[in-house]
């Protein structure tokens, strides 16, 4: 099907974008790299009074360090998180997770912001900024605020932004040499969404596993951050190998049925996949 | 208000590269970027599948870089070059991948063909020594309702085997 017909503005600064987003509120729908925004405009399944376009604003492109955090613009392409060398270097969780992410093309054109600000329950880069206890920015008219990972994806498509904030980076903690981070999602195609999905990110100095943390997606409305289990891991490191306390996933995941799985097959998908993990952090 | 934020509604004028020849046209907000270059200006050969970004038949080329073009609007390709198979197959660029889908029938209705073989050639170029299975997950974005893709997977790693044998003379 065609898009609706819908009035369109380009802002080329921040600035104006906020100016466009406060003038029109909740009428107006950002338009960042349109790999789903457009998909559901040519299916009528949304269908908003205008769109705000943000590619031609300059200043929200582009990758750089700043006091110990990586600072990914909002507008930096997929494609481009997946080759750059800083990310792989400071935060090579990203550079694992993006070639799952849907295909080279959609990817060519899809912005980090997006898909936070998307907040698909079924994405992988929502889950991967909770896993590496990342922060939202977002300017809006009384300025800049951050917000936490945890606290920015509230429900289903819902987050912690307001209808006149724009979503203008994404930071992440700088790596460290102890840290260990993996990926791994059961998709039924390559670049499907995955029926289940886990982003772990830990700390392994010595004998000791600690921060541990487990993001998993598609198992709920939002990326669930799995703390008892990680703690139960935590506690019997190393000796976790036989004998891998998961029981705790089955009261911390609560995944709805679909066409492609049951709850109970969803849930039993994230154990096999934490273990594998595990697996191959101690090999 | 500046005209950075004007409200734009019905048609409007874009410029832009297609094909290396300059275009000047008016398109409604709501046209994308497959039904201007199909509809506006006859480019045939980028196929509409499923418009909404599944099946990789509308790929072309934004600025050097394969994209959907169904998922982006003609209003947004302002400015910019668009490279469509009818182009890339004029000046050469795409010769020995189509001489290779030729001789290992890697097509057969041919509908997929225009996307996969941009894909194809994206594919060569950032990953000059791709094996099967790197081709395999390149092109899963691009839908083949015939082949069953082997054919295609072939009619590919044929093409970097020799591109890489050049190389090496």
């Known amino acids: ?242 004998e891998m306390p998961l029981d705790q996933l089955e009261s911390e995941l609560d995944p709805p049925d679909d066409l492609n799985a049951s709850s109970t097959m969803r849930v039993h998908l994230a154990k096999v996949l934490t273990r594998r993990i595990i697996e191959e952090w101690l090999s | 208000m500046s005209d950075s934020l004007a409200v734009l509604k019905g048609d409007n004028n874009i410029s832009l590269t297609v094909n290396g020849e300059s275009i000047s046209e008016r398109v409604p907000v709501r046209r994308n970027l497959a039904d201007f270059l199909r509809l506006d200006l006859g480019l045939t050969g980028t196929h509409v599948g499923c418009e909404h970004g599944v099946c990789g038949a509308c790929t072309v080329r934004l600025d050097g870089k394969i994209v959907r073009s169904c998922l982006i609007l003609a209003i947004q390709a302002d400015g910019k070059r668009v490279d469509t198979i009818e182009g890339l197959s004029d000046d050469g660029y795409l010769e020995d991948l189509q001489a290779s889908f030729h001789a290992r029938n890697g097509l057969q209705c041919g509908f997929c063909t225009p996307g996969i073989l941009l894909t194809a050639a994206e594919l060569i170029e950032t990953h000059p020594d791709a094996d099967r299975e790197k081709i395999r997950e390149f092109l899963s974005g691009n839908y083949c309702r015939c082949t069953g893709y082997h054919a295609i997977v072939d009619a590919i790693e044929s093409v970097v085997h020799s591109r890489q044998k050049k190389r090496e003379l």
């Not at chain 1, 405009?41 to 200043?59: F, G, K, Y």
């Not at chain 1, 899809?110 to 206890?133: H, K, Q, R, W």
């Not at chain 1, 979503?167 to 289940?196: C, K, S, W």
């Open chain 1, 1 to 242: 099907m065609k898009a609706a017909a819908f009035h369109y503005m380009q802002p080329k600064t921040v600035d104006e974008a906020l100016g466009c987003l406060e003038q029109l509120g909740s009428d107006a729908t950002i338009l960042a790299g349109g790999q789903s925004l457009m998909a559901s405009l040519n299916m009528r399944l949304s269908n908003p009074a205008v769109l705000i376009d943000i590619n031609a604003i300059d200043e929200l492109n582009g990758i750089s360090t700043v006091e110990g955090r990586l600072r990914i613009g909002a507008m930096t392409r997929q494609a481009e998180l997946e080759y750059s060398p800083l990310v792989s270097q400071h935060a090579p969780l990203i550079t694992m997770v993006m070639p799952h992410i849907a295909h080279p093309a959609i990817r060519n054109r899809g912005t980090i912001g997006g898909s936070i600000a998307f907040a698909d329950p079924a994405a992988e880069l929502p889950a991967c900024l909770v896993a590496l206890n990342g922060q939202v920015v977002a300017q809006g008219p009384n300025g800049e605020r951050r917000i936490a990972a945890t606290e920015f994806f509230q429900d289903l498509f819902e987050t912690a932004l307001t209808d006149n904030e724009l979503l203008t980076a994404i930071e992440i903690p700088m790596a460290n040499e102890n840290q260990r981070f993996g990926f791994r999602e059961l998709a039924r195609r390559h670049g499907d969404y995955a029926m289940v999905g886990l982003c772990a990110s830990s700390d392994w100095s010595s004998d000791n596993l600690t921060e541990l943390r487990l993001a998993y997606f598609n198992v709920g409305p939002r990326p669930v951050l799995a703390e008892q289990t990680a703690s139960d891991i935590c506690r019997i490191w190393p000796q976790v190998r036989n």
